[in-house]
């Protein structure tokens, strides 16, 4: 079945570690996305990739970085720079381009927390 | 700049009845709106989406939504609630003349009670 599969499920970090979180996806999707949730603030783009090999900052972008190596794959790194990085991390695919009026497909999230 | 405002951070319904959870946006262009649901500790689900057309959106699980252009709502509805509805409910936009990105609400905790 086409989706979006993040790993690991749980993750733990001690303090000035840092962690690489893993999204594939077969949907062909060409736009790729990384959110962080917190409780009761919704969700924060914190990068965003619309094709290969080139990845925008979207509003939380500081102490994470990403990597668009090939279509299928968009990995997030919280970096030890990234001062509260316990949080539930939630990656997204969709079809890109201004006309498209495609939905975002969601993985089942990746939870990190620092000890 | 698009923004969501879900202004309930709490919905509570008895079983049986109807159940609203209210979504309010802002955008420069044309609105995409889309729902989304969450339980504990799972991604989001899509539910629904408005693009263009009528206004009356039908979705997955029995759920529906009204695209109110005066009002810049879009609220979601179920005729009769269901305890296993209980779960977290957001609320997107997306600018559809041009940006790539969607933009949340805080979303809606929506408790359906036996």
């Known amino acids: 079945d086409g989706g979006i599969t993040q790993s690991p499920k749980y993750l733990f970090r001690k303090e000035g570690q840092n962690v690489t979180l893993s999204c594939e996806q077969n949907?062909?999707?060409?736009?790729m996305y990384w959110y962080r949730q917190d409780p009761g603030q919704g969700l924060r783009l914190i990068y965003y990739?619309?094709?290969?090999?080139?990845?925008q900052k979207g509003d939380i972008a500081e102490g994470y970085s990403v990597s668009r190596e090939k279509k299928e794959s968009f990995p997030l790194t919280v970096t030890s720079a990234q001062k509260n990085p316990t949080a539930f991390y939630l990656c997204?695919?969709?079809?890109?381009?201004?006309?498209?009026?495609?939905?975002?497909?969601f993985g089942e999230g990746s939870r990190l927390t620092v000890l | 700049a698009q923004s969501v405002a879900q202004p309930e951070d709490q919905v509570n319904v008895a079983e049986g009845n109807p159940l609203t959870v209210k979504c309010t946006y802002s955008v420069s262009g044309n609105p995409y709106l889309f729902w989304y649901v969450q339980y504990p500790n799972r991604g989001l689900q899509f539910l629904l989406k408005?693009?263009?057309?009528?206004?009356l959106v039908k979705g997955s699980y029995g759920f529906e939504a009204e695209f109110n252009k005066s009002q810049t709502s879009f609220h979601l509805k179920k005729p009769s609630a269901l305890v296993s509805d209980s779960a977290l409910y957001f609320c997107a936009v997306r600018d559809g003349n041009y940006g790539q990105n969607f933009v949340f609400g805080p979303g809606t905790r929506l408790s359906v009670l036996p």
């Open positions: 990739s619309q094709i290969v090999n080139d990845f």
């Open positions: 408005y693009i263009t057309g009528d206004n």
């Open positions: 997204a695919s969709t079809t890109p381009g201004g006309g498209s009026t495609g939905e975002l497909f």
């Open positions: 949907l062909n999707h060409d736009a």
